[in-house]
């Protein structure tokens, strides 16, 4: 036993002893495998393995710095490179992963410093060492230096992968979000696994709000392998994955992606930021902070962690913690509006009133011209506004800047609406500055007109006319009053000398567009706006104009082109994006209509009129869940909106809650009496849940609304007729008729017939007598007559129809050749065949044209038309039937007994049931 011990030990000995034998060219052989296999731990294992015999082996030196930056070891990349040059590895070929390595460690002023384009022997080379250092100064905050040398790149080589991706990234910087889009699809052209190209593709679909297009971006860069970018720059992209879906409210989604990231790295603070988020978001509280705690332990600066601790700190009622942490964050960070707005919370529910109306001049005062932070801000001082204007006033004693920032604010209010503080703020503004001087009157006037005080309105930009003459602005403001007043001629004049004073000014030709609009000359509207257009192609407001004056002309497609265009150049425009959904609404497309309103809603969350129109598209489009979150939303925010209270009570009713539809229809007619939609939807609703009594009364106050006669006439019928008192209906239903509901002819004539009235169909008669090319009403009237088995007078009212519809509907001629083979006519057989013609896959002409062969003696024509027929529709009993007879005559007894006892099968007690079971006993 001991000796084959001793003999297994030897040949392990051999075996692991034998790779030590390889040569230094096996081994850079096999390092060189390795790479391109992509198993870059095993290449490095070789390249070092060379290294220990050869230090100085310049090629081995070279593949570690290659594997390096192909594994993300930029720090081990760099020296190994660096060191393979000083071996005489050839610039050409380190510089490049040099470059790359520097740029990936931060390194920018090393790449300027260290890296030469000259030393290119090829174009290609060339662009790309231009790129990086392009990419150098993008590093180092210095775009201008980017540009020039980006565009040399791709002069160079207009598909180099590094001088696209610089491109990109220098458009990204520059907030050209469509160049900068061009180009990453450039990039993505040349190599569609390019990290950093997927990278931008991603940020700027996140920034401009089109968050699936982001979502998919991430997921593909984050299955790719950190090639272009940084492990750290996948890192963070990864955490903004889960941002973006938290965004796009898949909350499932990120809650898994932040596991993920949590599992990978457990004591980061990213991670655990963000799963303390959606811990938070989820209501679990003491989860959210444990995960903070780690966050603000491992980076006790972090100001998004800082911010969501308090966020914690309030859900616990721990105002006083959140109030500290909170100041630490606005001191950081002095422009943080919703850290600025969470403190203004945390103060008053600490009973701290006086300090968050300071918070909230200070961050007014810090606001500067930032309009979105200055709306926040006012929105949030909500009643307490004068007393935020008046800390304003009394800094502005000490720091005559303030001045400017109260004009914002005032400039604020009079665009939300707050006309009387404005004008309040307005008029107590004092300023050297004439420019600032002049924009305080111009809002002076604009607040009077919203104030509905059109004499002070008129006076002011009159007396703003005297005192700047040539001043075209102010001209422009007046014509603006002149507008609003109705005035057009004197609203022309006063654009038309704002035009001659400023002829390069694209706005008064804009308003001249809106005199023309108003006038009725659509056309010279759309004249003037598309010439504003030529000299400022990027002015949306006025495609907006245009888009509506198309819209208003029929003209949706053209409507469409330019909201698109409008949408293209500001994807994060409010207004472009209500009016795109509009627009969608209107042509019915409510998937389209939902993709706009959602833009909408991404840009102003808090906006009504945006949750109301994503609401309305929602329910269209057959979401009333949905749609009544969004409209719900909307109408906390403008409770008492009477359109958005009718939508909201439509999808209640979709969603199944007809109590709640009931009780808001009811207090919507209660608040606002004249909506006749209210009205009629409340009286259906109330006759959907039984209720005709309920209904009876709201049909008749319909009634007494101006407009509402024929609608309340109609719902009294129904209403009466649910309560079985037939001669009331009829009454109601007559009315109704009278007044032009058409629709009010059907329920006439069958409550005539209940209540027993000779010749009941007599009023639709009547009608289609005073309408005779009516079709619908025809054919309604002809089926009523067929269904009662009067054939003569079916066929009457069929024939006509068929005239009507110039013999080119099937079903017309189907149903009439069945009533003139009842009546013996002998006109069924070529009518049938002209239906057959019309629609010969049809089960119910095949049947039609295959039964009159049958009863006219043509027995083949009518198996083979009639086999077919039952074929096509085999769960049709008389078909069947039809079949059976058929295959009977032609004496295929097993075929007719199988199609009759199918037949019979099927319908037991139909008119020809004992007819077939006669057949069957002779078979």
């Not at 982001?214 to 720059?233: H, M, V």
């Not at 057989?829 to 062969?853: F, H, N």
């Amino acid at each position: 036993m001991k000796g084959w011990i001793q003999t297994l030990t030897v040949g392990l000995l051999a075996l692991l002893l034998a790779g030590c034998g390889d040569s230094i060219d096996d081994l850079m052989e096999r390092a060189q495998g390795l790479q391109a296999e992509g198993r870059y731990e095993s290449a490095i294992a070789d390249y070092r393995a060379v290294l220990q015999e050869d230090a100085d082996h310049a090629e081995a030196r070279f593949g570690l710095g290659e594997v390096g930056v192909l594994a993300g070891d930029y720090a081990g990349a760099e020296d190994a490179l660096r060191r393979a040059a000083r071996l005489g590895i050839a610039s050409d070929r380190v510089q490049p992963l040099l470059a790359t390595a520097l740029l990936r460690q931060g390194k920018h002023e090393e790449v300027l410093r260290d890296i030469n384009p000259d030393i290119a022997g090829n174009d290609s080379l060339r662009a790309e060492l231009l790129a990086a250092h392009a990419e150098a100064h993008i590093q180092a905050e210095n775009p201008a230096e980017a540009a020039p040398l980006v565009e040399q790149a791709l002069a160079l080589d207009e598909r180099s992968l590094p001088a696209l991706v610089a491109a990109a990234r220098l458009a990204q910087t520059t907030n050209d979000a469509t160049a900068a889009n061009s180009y990453a699809d450039r990039a993505l052209e040349v190599e569609p696994n390019s990290s950093a190209a997927l990278l931008v593709k991603a940020q700027v679909a996140r920034g401009g709000g089109q968050l699936d297009d982001a979502i998919a971006a991430y997921s593909q860069l984050l299955e790719l392998p950190p090639l272009g970018i940084s492990r750290g720059e996948q890192f963070n992209a990864h955490g903004q994955y889960i941002e973006t879906l938290l965004i796009a409210e898949r909350i499932d989604d990120a809650r898994s992606q932040a596991e993920r990231m949590h599992r990978r790295a457990q004591r980061h603070p990213y991670p655990n930021f963000l799963v303390g988020l959606i811990a938070l978001q989820d209501g679990d509280v003491d989860r959210a902070n444990e995960h903070l705690q780690r966050t603000l332990s491992a980076a006790p600066d972090s100001i998004p962690g800082q911010r969501l601790m308090a966020a914690v700190r309030m859900e616990q009622e721990q105002y006083a913690q959140a109030i500290t942490m909170l100041q630490r964050v606005i001191s950081a960070t002095p422009n943080d509006v919703q850290a600025r707005i969470m403190l203004v919370a945390a103060l008053r529910m600490n009973n701290e009133e006086r300090q968050a109306n300071r918070v909230l001049a200070e961050g007014i005062r810090a606001a500067g011209d930032d309009r979105q932070a200055m709306s926040l801000l006012s929105r949030a001082a909500g009643d307490d506004i004068e007393a935020v204007i008046a800390d304003l006033n009394q800094m502005a004693q000490t720091n005559p800047s303030v001045q400017r920032a109260s004009l914002g604010l005032a400039q604020t209010l009079v665009t939300e609406g707050a006309t009387d503080p404005a004008r309040a703020m307005l008029e107590q503004i004092e300023s050297d500055d004439e420019s600032e001087d002049f924009t305080r009157r111009q809002y002076l006037v604009i607040a009077a007109l919203q104030g509905g005080d059109s004499d002070r309105a008129m006076s002011e930009a009159r007396r703003l006319v005297e005192d700047y003459p040539d001043n075209s602005s102010a001209h422009n403001l007046l014509g603006g009053v002149h507008l609003n007043l109705q005035d057009l001629e004197s609203a022309r004049s006063a654009f038309e000398e704002a035009r001659r004073l400023d002829q390069d000014s694209v706005q008064p030709l804009m308003n001249l567009g809106l005199v023309a609009a108003a006038s009725g000359d659509r056309q010279q509207a759309i004249r003037y706006l598309r010439e504003g257009l030529e000299r400022q192609p990027d002015n949306v407001p006025a495609m907006l104009q245009l888009a509506d004056l198309h819209r208003r002309g029929g003209e949706n497609s053209e409507a469409e082109r330019w909201l698109n265009e409008a949408n293209r150049l500001a994807p994060n425009n409010l207004q472009a994006a209500l009016a795109m959904a509009r627009l969608q609404l209107s042509r019915g497309n409510p998937e389209a209509a939902m993709e706009a309103a959602d833009r909408a809603v991404a840009a102003a969350p808090d906006n009504a009129v945006a949750l109301g129109l994503q609401g309305v598209a929602r329910l269209e489009a057959g979401q009333p869940d949905a749609a009544l979150e969004s409209l719900t939303a909307a109408q906390q925010i403008v409770p008492e909106e009477p359109d958005l209270l009718f939508q909201l009570a439509r999808a209640q009713g979709m969603a199944g809650d007809n109590a709640a539809a009931r009780n808001t229809l009811e207090g919507l007619v209660r608040d606002h009496p004249g909506r006749l939609d209210a009205r009629s939807a409340l009286a259906r609703l109330q006759l959907q849940q039984g209720d005709p009594d309920a209904a009876l009364q709201t049909a008749r106050g319909l009634q007494g609304v101006e407009g509402g006669e024929a609608e309340g006439a109609l719902l009294e019928g129904h209403a009466h007729s649910a309560l079985d008192d037939v001669d009331s209906a009829i009454t109601a239903y007559a009315r109704a008729v009278e007044l032009g509901r058409t629709e009010a002819l059907g329920p006439l004539v069958a409550n005539r017939e209940e209540a027993g009235v000779e010749r009941p169909a007599d009023p639709l008669e009547q009608w289609i007598d005073r309408n005779p090319d009516n079709p619908q009403a025809r054919f309604s009237l002809g089926n009523w007559y067929l269904e009662r088995e009067q054939y003569e007078d079916a066929a009457r009212h069929y024939g006509v129809l068929a005239d009507l519809t110039d013999r080119e509907n099937a079903v017309v001629l189907n149903n009439l050749a069945w009533l003139y083979q009842q009546l013996g006519d002998g006109r069924a057989l070529e009518t049938a065949r002209a239906a057959y013609s019309l629609a010969p896959e049809s089960a119910a002409v095949m049947d039609t044209l295959g039964w009159i062969y049958f009863q006219t003696g043509d027995v083949d024509n009518a198996v083979e038309l009639l086999g077919r027929a039952a074929a096509a529709a085999p769960d049709n009993a008389e078909i069947q039937y039809h079949h059976g007879v058929a295959l009977a005559e032609d004496s295929q007894t097993d075929a007719a007994r199988d199609a009759l006892n199918r037949a019979l099968e099927l319908e037991e007690t139909a008119a020809w049931s004992d007819e077939a079971r006669a057949i069957l006993n002779t078979l």
